[in-house]
């Protein structure tokens, strides 16, 4: 079995040493330009579409990461760009779960207990008490009740608070208050003091972070988007800021990565910026889940994890 391995943000010798451990009897090769000859798998990360070019022969597409918006783009840009009978692959948490549990765990628990004033106030040296908001009342909404969602919805639904969960279709999820559809998204927002945002990137969802969105949601609510920057209409998350209707934002993701040095996000009193951080891939969990499903590829078992390129993720 041949197989191609293409991220401009990983050491792609790393990756090519541990996939050969894990599959000693596949021949895996970096993709550089002109590469042509024949490969039935390949495992990418935001690819240019020349990875894909004549490459109808390829059985599936494995993209290094959850979110497959990158690759579906190319598809929408360039129309026949993925190789027609490939399946696309995601990750599926692999370790990502965890991370996701940590950052917004803390990003929720900074807002609830004030951290971020006590933040403001140390720069003054200003030693004054600020009452933590209750938790009973401290309504977070997951927007995305996927693998990463509603994993984090669980694990706040600990400390608490009341936990609301938004997909398109309907979940039931233990302790957590579950909305599904367009039908519901007003109902789901309502009274959320914190929303996080764990959607998929599509032309559905692109966005959905907007000055509507904000206004339904409590009075001086909190906003921590680690999706996508395309959820988010950067003015409308200022205009929000400046008349209260918003407190603050963390946001991990961006329309433009790195942030430009000039963006106004970066000196913001009230925004958290971290750079695409919040769950990383994990070369080692990343490879053994790859290994695992071309394994089962190869055994014409059927696969988790496909994306289905019209829903768009
Ligand atoms: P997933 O398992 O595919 O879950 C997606 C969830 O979103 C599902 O619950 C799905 O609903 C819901 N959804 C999709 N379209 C919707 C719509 N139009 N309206 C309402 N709900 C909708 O994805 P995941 O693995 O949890 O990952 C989620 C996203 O996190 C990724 O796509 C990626 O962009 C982002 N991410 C970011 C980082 C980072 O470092 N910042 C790391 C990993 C992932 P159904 O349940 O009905 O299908
Ligand atoms: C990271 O952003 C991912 O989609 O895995």
């Not at 959607?199 to 949601?217: E, I, K, W, Y």
């Amino acid at each position: 079995m041949k197989i191609l391995f293409y991220s401009p943000q990983d050491d792609a010798a790393d990756y090519l040493r541990d996939l050969s451990n894990a599959l000693p009897d596949a021949q895996f090769r970096e993709w550089h330009p002109g590469d042509t000859a024949h490969a039935d798998i390949a495992i990418v990360w935001q690819p240019v579409p020349d990875v894909f070019a004549g490459r109808d022969d390829l059985r599936a597409v494995f993209n290094l990461g959850a979110g497959v918006d990158a690759i579906l783009a190319l598809e929408r840009a360039h129309p026949g760009t993925l190789p027609r009978h490939a399946q696309l692959v995601r990750l599926e948490d692999s370790g990502m779960g965890a991370q996701m549990i940590e950052y917004v765990t803390y990003a929720v628990l900074r807002y609830m207990r004030r951290f971020d004033r006590y933040d403001a106030q140390q720069t003054e040296s200003r030693w004054q008490v600020v009452d933590a908001w209750p938790s009973a009342t401290f309504t977070v909404g997951v927007l995305g009740m996927g693998v990463l969602g509603a994993q984090v919805a669980k694990a706040l639904a600990q400390f608490g608070m009341p936990v609301r969960g938004f997909s398109r279709s309907a979940r039931e999820i233990e302790g957590i208050e579950t909305f599904h559809g367009e039908a519901q998204f007003n109902a789901f927002l309502d009274g959320v003091k914190v929303l996080v945002n764990l959607l998929p990137h599509t032309p559905d969802t692109r966005g959905v972070l907007n000055a509507q969105t904000f206004s339904a949601l409590a009075n001086g609510a909190y906003l921590i988007n680690v999706a996508r920057g395309a959820h988010l209409v950067e003015q409308d998350l200022l205009d929000a800021l400046a008349s209260g209707q918003l407190a603050a934002a963390t946001l991990d993701v961006f329309h433009q990565e790195p942030l430009p040095a000039t963006h106004p996000f970066w000196q913001h009193p009230h925004i958290t910026v971290t750079p695409h951080s919040s769950a990383r891939t994990l070369r080692a969990q990343a490879v053994q889940q790859i290994a695992r499903k071309i394994d089962a590829l190869s055994r014409g078992e059927p696969l988790s994890g496909v994306v289905d390129p019209t829903r768009g993720y």
